[in-house]
């Protein structure tokens, strides 16, 4: 290997402003939520899979973005993987409205029971929906090009680092019976930074790390028992993402969250202190394991 000639290929221009590929795309996305009491010990997991097929507007018969959950599962501590059968096979488009974030319907979060036929707790249900916006925020947000403020396209050579336009602006985290209206995530300052280039899967990849800045958050949630509980707290995430130089289509992106939160009872004096971590590994997967049956990784 020439060392002087790789050091001048990564120390010229990149362009992340091109268009994706028109193709279709399938992805796996695992969620973790790790529930710590403040003496350092473990007190819950979470884990949430599902895949999605996604076709890009061009190829899309309504001219948008269009998405497909294949199965979504999911698995509370040790007990058994179930699925949640009124997402199977669910399928939405992506637009911007004022009151739906990237146009994911609420309704379709209301009265969700597992494959066993158990019904699925507020809190959970929010985490099931948020694990969408999740997806279409790494996705769609931090790894496209956009026509207004700051983004990526603005990175252009390694080492660059800029303020994202989504940083310091609210996000509504209301979600039907789950999470009243009023609650929000506040993003602190956050900022993409193209840190090289890496392989995945044989593809060559822009690496983008993204930060979030110190976050806060603002909600009001139901519990099973028709309570509401008034929670605020902290938290801030990290990660990268692997954005294939040919194609501009994401092939991986890892996320780590830390949460710190304080829950109250309106009118009682009892506070529930909480630190949740939180990760997600994203992968571009081929058709055929699409199809296939999920699997959570160790």
């Not at 496209?144 to 990175?155: E, S």
Request: charged share 25%.
């Amino acid at each position: 290997m020439k060392i002087e000639r790789l050091v001048q290929d990564l120390m010229g221009q990149f362009d992340l402003s091109i268009d994706r590929k028109p193709e279709t795309r399938y992805f796996h996305m695992q969620t973790q939520f790790i529930h710590f009491s403040f003496d350092g010990k473990r007190t819950g997991t979470e884990t949430y899979m599902f895949r999605l097929r996604y076709i890009p507007a061009a190829l899309s018969k309504r001219n948008l973005d269009e998405c497909m959950c294949q199965e979504f599962s999911l698995q509370l501590n040790a007990s058994a993987i179930v699925t949640i059968p009124a997402l199977k096979l669910w399928t939405y488009q992506l637009f911007s409205t004022k009151d739906l974030v990237f146009g994911i319907p609420h309704d379709r979060f209301e009265g969700l029971t597992d494959s066993l036929g158990n019904k699925i707790a507020p809190d959970i249900r929010y985490a099931i929906y948020n694990n969408f916006i999740d997806f279409h925020a790494l996705n769609d947000v931090f790894s496209r090009p956009l026509k207004f403020g700051k983004a990526i396209q603005d990175l252009k050579f390694i080492g660059d680092r800029i303020v994202h336009v989504a940083a310091f602006t609210n996000a509504p985290v209301n979600l039907g019976t789950a999470v009243k209206p009023g609650s929000f995530f506040h993003n602190g300052e956050v900022t993409l930074e193209l840190k090289g280039v890496s392989v995945v899967d044989g593809a060559a990849c822009a690496m983008v790390g993204y930060d979030s800045g110190e976050s806060t958050l603002e909600m009001v949630m139901a519990t099973s028992s028709g309570q509401e509980i008034m929670m605020k707290g902290g938290s801030e995430y990290k990660g990268d993402i692997y954005i294939d130089l040919e194609t501009a289509w994401v092939r991986k992106v890892t996320l780590d969250e830390s949460v710190v939160t304080e829950s109250r009872v309106p009118n009682e004096p009892t506070k529930i202190d909480g630190y949740t971590a939180r990760h997600i590994l994203l992968r571009l997967i081929s058709q055929p394991d699409f199809e296939k049956g999920l699997a959570i990784s160790p």
